[in-house]
């Protein structure tokens, strides 16, 4: 009798003492936000009530009622993109599971009355799970590994919506500062070609030069038609990453120009050890195999007896009463567990396997875009410091000879549509190098980790 009521008061203990396990104050989102900011360098929120989304309407108003800059893209997305909120109540679900495996299951009472030949038979049972109870502490350790699984995958998750942004706000403020060179190409192939016409008509042109210089405006023209539907493109992929719609998609407005080339191009001194070192993808993968180890010790500790249940028991027959406690166990006789560890194993070892993988990728993804960022600020640096002077000197002598009437107009519109060409492609090359530098902070994990 005393050691049915020794077990059930460590049962009835076991079950106090898991229902310590509770929610945290921020749902595990302080982590998030925290990694997201010094990865990104902007902040992120949750957005719980209606009082959030006013706070961030207000937000919104303010970033948009200027010409929108990289940071403050950067910034709208990550509290504005409606995908990535979603994704953040997945921390609600792994936390809710965290607490939920930190709790024993609810304890079993029957009731049983017979009575027969004037003897009345009550039985009442109290059972628990006992195998439960000796797993609790390991299940809670392998859900809380989760838990810290999800925060990294969300932060990356973040991270990376945050680069997809700065990269879709360089493509649409190169795209519309393309508009306009496209549109001076056309304007100045419309001045040739109008010039072409009428001197045709005065007899001093012929009908092919006049053609040429027609279809060079027609091509011109639509080139300018090409330019703005990417431009609107490109313009409303960055309002889809920023969660804008209707009068916001609208008053969205962008720089006129890029930035310009930096003076000199950042140096990293190993650019793949710091790419394996603060990577969340590398990160979230050495705790998947860190969780699947610990499932696989949960899976060998249950391999034989996965069923174990307790009972305390009280029976009374007319004035006879007894106690006493009953054990329910799952004889393994059929499955020996042998496939569920074989299951975990196999798990483990995929685990590990895309550890690996993780860890080459980002030492290969880190080398292949520091290459890039150097040889497209290369690129950039030679359009600003030799084509682009080249060609304005040529334009300089161009005006001179024709002053001079050593040309005539057309050679010196042709002139002007090839500087403005050489124009739009030092702007391709500027933008080729802030896409390199956005790729490159995201190849190392994100534009504040440590270099």
Not at 64 to 81: D, F, S
Not at 250 to 270: G, T
Not at 405 to 424: C, H, I, Y
Request: hydrophobic residues 45%.
């Amino acid at each position: 009798m005393n050691r049915a009521f020794t077990l059930a008061a460590a049962a009835a203990t076991a079950v106090l003492l898991s229902g310590c396990a509770t929610f945290s104050n921020d749902g595990g989102f302080g982590a998030v936000a925290q990694a997201t900011k010094t990865r990104s360098g902007a902040e992120t929120r949750l957005l719980r009530n209606d009082e959030d989304r006013r706070a961030l309407d207000e937000q919104l108003g303010k970033l948009l009622a200027e010409p929108l800059g990289a940071e403050a893209a950067v910034q709208a997305a990550l509290l504005n993109n409606r995908s990535l909120q979603a994704r953040y109540w997945e921390l609600g679900i792994a936390e809710a599971e965290l607490v939920q495996a930190g709790r024993l299951a609810n304890p079993g009472f029957s009731f049983k009355r017979t009575h027969g030949e004037g003897a009345v038979a009550i039985e009442r049972t109290l059972s628990i799970n006992f195998i439960q109870l000796l797993t609790l502490p390991l299940a809670s350790r392998i859900e809380a590994q989760r838990f810290e699984q999800v925060k990294l995958d969300l932060a990356g998750e973040a991270v990376g919506l945050a680069h997809q942004a700065r990269l879709a706000w360089i493509e649409a403020v190169a795209a519309q500062q393309g508009v306009e060179y496209a549109q001076q190409i056309s304007d100045a192939a419309e001045a040739s070609g109008e010039l072409a016409k009428r001197m045709q008509a005065a007899g001093n042109w012929s009908k092919y030069d006049a053609a040429r210089e027609q279809a060079f405006h027609a091509d011109a023209m639509a080139d300018v038609a090409r330019a703005r539907k990417e431009s609107n493109a490109s313009r409303e992929k960055l309002a889809r990453l920023l969660g804008l719609s209707g009068a916001q998609a609208k008053a969205l407005r962008l720089p006129d120009r890029l930035p310009e080339l930096p003076a000199s191009p950042r140096a990293l001194a190993d650019a793949e050890a710091v790419a394996v070192r603060e990577r969340l993808d590398v990160q979230a993968a050495q705790l998947e195999s860190k969780h699947t180890a610990s499932a696989l010790g949960l899976t060998r500790t249950t391999r034989f007896v996965n069923v174990l249940e307790l009972s305390g028991i009280r029976e009374r027959e007319g004035d006879h009463r007894s106690r006493g406690y009953e054990i329910s166990l799952e004889v393994p006789l059929f499955d020996w567990g042998g496939a569920r560890v074989a299951h975990a194993e196999a798990t483990y070892m995929q685990a590990l396997n895309r550890l690996s993988a993780a860890a080459v990728n980002a030492a290969s993804e880190a080398r292949e875009s520091q290459a890039d960022y150097q040889a497209s600020y290369e690129l950039a640096k030679h359009y600003r410091d030799v084509v682009i002077p080249l060609r304005q000197k040529i334009s300089e002598e161009t005006l001179l000879r024709y002053n001079g009437m050593l040309l005539s107009v057309f050679e010196l519109l042709a002139d002007a549509r090839e500087q403005t060409g050489a124009v739009n492609n030092y702007i391709t090359a500027l933008k080729e190098f802030w896409i390199a530098d956005a790729n490159l902070d995201a190849a190392i994990g994100g534009k504040g980790v440590q270099q």
